[in-house]
């Protein structure tokens, strides 16, 4: 049986009057075949890396012990436990230095990877009362890590929406996580195609229909829509005008009666009459009465198709921000006018990136003067 001999180099890292030494030893770490290693053991020899905690970039011999691992057949699991890495790194840097071959070369990737560390980055530290004002943003407001970024960007204030995110990450306590619409939790859902059921609503206009001037940027194009509460035995109405997102909601009295919803609709959008070309909304039997909206305010009204929610994307977006302040489950019939209002009043409120971190408020009332 033959006998295999690595020579493995591994770096040591001392410091000494602020200084950084690199001390190199040479080891040899001999494997025979007739220790005591289980037959078909592929592992590479054991290496005490005693500085791999103390590396953000792989050392030459962290590369090295890739490639013998690579020769071995080993998985990438195995060889990120090896060298104390994950196995994330060790993916990254066989794809990122890979030869015209395929194939993986630890010598230069290794000098790859010194001409980049020549390339210095100067990483600034944002200031603490800029994050602290940021997070104090967060808090009161309720906005997300771009509109803060944004709306202090005006101020001439930098700081980036990626810096505000790592503080949240970084509190433990999860309080700041629970200022932002998602609480940080990112969910995938499978989509399932679904066909456009009948309804029962007359007369009702698709919204391929729809003109193409009402593309979302013309002023005067609104989308509605209906948010229930706990056991569906309360409603607040929602109205949102495309171009700014200016949001209009206010408690229903009566769940799902199309006709005092017509009604509600129309006292609440008549003093914009003329700021109503189009409404467009989805297929609730809620919006039966639409005819008399659209005769009364002189309107067109368009009906989406069934589970296409996006299509009326800016008051969904809308209702998740609404649903910030008066979650699911929560029976609207609880809160008081004044505190819907004053909800409305906070949305409106928030720097949008679309206008350029202004208010949908001020964007809203700025077609009036």
């Known amino acids: 049986m033959s006998t295999i001999i690595f020579t493995v180099t591994f770096c040591t890292l001392f410091v000494y009057d602020g200084h950084y030494l690199n001390q190199f030893h040479k080891r040899s770490a001999k494997v025979d075949s007739t220790s ?12 005490n890396y005693f500085c791999v905690a ?85 808090v009161e407001e309720d906005w997300s890590p771009e509109q803060i970024s944004g709306y202090l960007a005006l101020e001439g204030i930098s700081i980036s929406h990626e810096t505000i995110y790592r503080a949240i990450r970084r509190d433990t306590s999860g309080e700041l996580a629970k200022h932002c619409r998602h609480k940080m939790k990112y969910r995938r859902h499978k989509k399932k195609k679904r066909i456009t059921k009948p309804t029962a609503i007359l007369n009702r206009v698709s919204i391929h229909q729809r003109p193409k001037e009402a593309d979302g940027k013309r002023f005067g194009d609104w989308e509605m829509d209906l948010i229930l509460g706990k056991q569906q035995k309360s409603a607040i109405v929602t109205l949102c005008e495309r171009s700014t997102n200016f949001l209009i909601m206010q408690r229903l009295p009566y769940l799902k009666d199309s006709n005092m919803l017509a009604k509600q609709v129309i006292d609440i959008l008549l003093p914009y009459k003329k700021h109503v070309l189009t409404i467009t909304t989805d297929n609730g039997s809620e919006f039966a009465k639409h005819e008399q909206i659209a005769r009364k305010l002189g309107a067109d009204i368009y009906f989406t198709d069934s589970y296409a929610a996006w299509q009326k994307g800016a008051i969904e977006n809308t209702n998740k921000l609404i649903r910030q302040y008066l979650p699911k489950g929560m029976d609207f019939n609880t809160v008081s006018d004044d505190y819907i209002k004053y909800v409305q009043y906070k949305i409106n409120q928030r720097p949008r990136l679309k206008l350029n971190f202004s208010s949908p408020k001020k964007a809203f009332f700025d077609h009036f003067y």
């Open 54 to 138: 103390m590396y953000k970039q792989l050392t030459s011999e962290q590369r090295y012990a890739i490639k013998l691992g690579l020769q071995a057949k080993m998985t990438l699991t195995a060889i990120a436990q090896q060298i104390c890495v994950s196995v994330s790194t060790v993916s990254r840097e066989i794809k990122r230095n890979k030869n015209r071959n395929g194939g993986y070369s630890w010598k230069l990737a290794h000098e790859m990877a010194l001409e980049r560390r020549e390339v210095v980055v100067h990483n600034r530290l944002t200031p603490r009362p800029i994050l602290q004002r940021a997070l104090k943003k967060l």
């Open 36 to 47: 005591n290693t289980k037959k078909g053991d592929r592992s590479l020899p054991k290496i």
